[in-house]
């Protein structure tokens, strides 16, 4: 876009304090740029984000901004909110200090953009949607706000004195802005702007009617679409059993990531497929190493069951699920190394 029909001065921002959460931010920026918006994009990131991630970044976002991480550290109340790796969402508050834009909407890594929103500038700070689990709260993965570093120094003190309800952003910038419920209608955005990915699960209905005017798609919980299998072979997500989002919602944040994101992560990938990205570790790294042509014996490139069985088991052992009277108890555990073994695996590891 010609430098000339841009707004300089408002940005969408969003943050990835890590690779993975930047192949989110990458998909979201594109969906942006998809729908022609005419504002900056901006995205914070923190030092755990690597230099080729970086680069990669900067094909899409017009800013990159290293900010510090900030964390709230409240295990107990991550505890509640089944999120221990929440605490970090702290580091978003940063986006008040974006000075540069006089105003801007600020949008999770997990948010898809459906549709142009560039209207939502025209609303003021804090605007935001109503969180699905508890509509009196606002949902902190898409407000609108007015960078200021006083406001960003008043929230630091709001913290350190009154904490958050949910250790993360979210239970913090509800108890700021507490007025948001009641003073102005106007900051309360439609649903459409933050639609939760699984929303049509509690109220179908409003989804068939509606669904078709959703503005963004919001993949909220642990299990985001980047865990999530693809089959290159016929071009459909596989899904790894958990998060329940919508198969549309995340076939589109699909389809986006293998056009735009994929072919660029992996210019070198083009061979043999290989199991680790040289440039990328974890998922990152396996995805950068997905081929989109089917291999020439007809299978496709697709994670059997049984290994997006695995990979969902190992992410949800990770992230301290651990179910020691099911799949991960120890007899279980037991059984499988021997299958493991029985079936010569192993020699994959020596
Ligand atoms: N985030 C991040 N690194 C993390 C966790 C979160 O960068 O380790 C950022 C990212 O922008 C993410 C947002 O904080 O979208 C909020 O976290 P998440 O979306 O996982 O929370 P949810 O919406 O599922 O409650
Ligand atoms: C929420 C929001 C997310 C926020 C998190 C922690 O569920 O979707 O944006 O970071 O809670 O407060
Ligand atoms: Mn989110």
């Not at 009641?182 to 209905?205: C, E, G, M, T, W």
């Not at 697709?302 to 991960?328: A, M, P, T, V």
């Amino acid at each position: 876009m010609a430098a000339s029909s841009r707004v300089e001065d408002e940005a969408f921002v969003t943050l990835a304090t890590n690779d993975t959460y930047s192949l989110g931010a990458l998909v979201l920026g594109h969906s942006l740029r998809r729908a022609n918006t005419t504002r900056s994009l901006a995205v914070m990131i923190t030092a755990g984000v690597s230099q080729g991630m970086r680069h990669q970044l900067s094909e899409v976002f017009d800013v990159i901004s290293v900010v510090d991480v900030l964390d709230s550290k409240d295990a107990a109340n991550l505890d509640l909110l089944t999120r221990p790796d929440l605490g970090v969402t702290f580091t978003k508050l940063n986006c008040w200090r974006l000075t540069q834009f006089k105003k801007a909407v600020f949008m999770d890594a997990d948010t898809l953009a459906m549709q142009n929103i560039d209207e939502l500038f025209e609303r003021e700070e804090l605007s935001a949607a109503p969180d699905a689990g508890w509509p009196d709260c606002f949902n902190s993965g898409v407000f609108v706000f007015k960078p200021s570093e006083a406001t960003y120094q008043s929230l630091l003190k709001f913290a350190i004195s009154h904490g958050s309800f949910d250790g993360g952003d979210q239970g913090l910038l509800n108890l700021y802005f507490n007025d948001w419920s009641s003073k102005d209608i106007k900051r309360h955005l439609p649903f459409l702007y933050n639609v939760v990915s699984q929303a049509f699960y509690s109220y179908l209905p409003a989804f068939k009617q509606f669904g078709s005017e959703v503005k963004v798609v919001h993949f909220i919980g642990a299990v985001k679409p980047w865990h999530h299998g693809y089959n290159t072979a016929t071009g459909q997500v596989e899904e790894t059993g958990g998060g329940g989002h919508d198969q549309r919602f995340l076939q589109l944040w699909w389809s986006i990531f293998m056009e735009r994101v994929q072919s660029h992560l992996a210019p070198s990938v083009a061979g043999e497929r290989q199991v680790t990205h040289p440039t990328y570790m974890g998922i990152v790294g396996e995805l950068a190493s997905l081929k989109i042509s089917p291999p020439a014996s007809g299978g496709s490139d697709s994670y059997s069951k049984e290994q997006l069985e695995d990979r969902q088991r190992q992410f949800e052992w990770e992230q301290g699920r651990i179910d020691y009277l099911g799949i991960d108890a120890f007899a279980h555990i037991q059984s499988k190394l021997d299958e493991t073994i029985k079936k010569g695996y192993w020699r994959d590891f020596v």
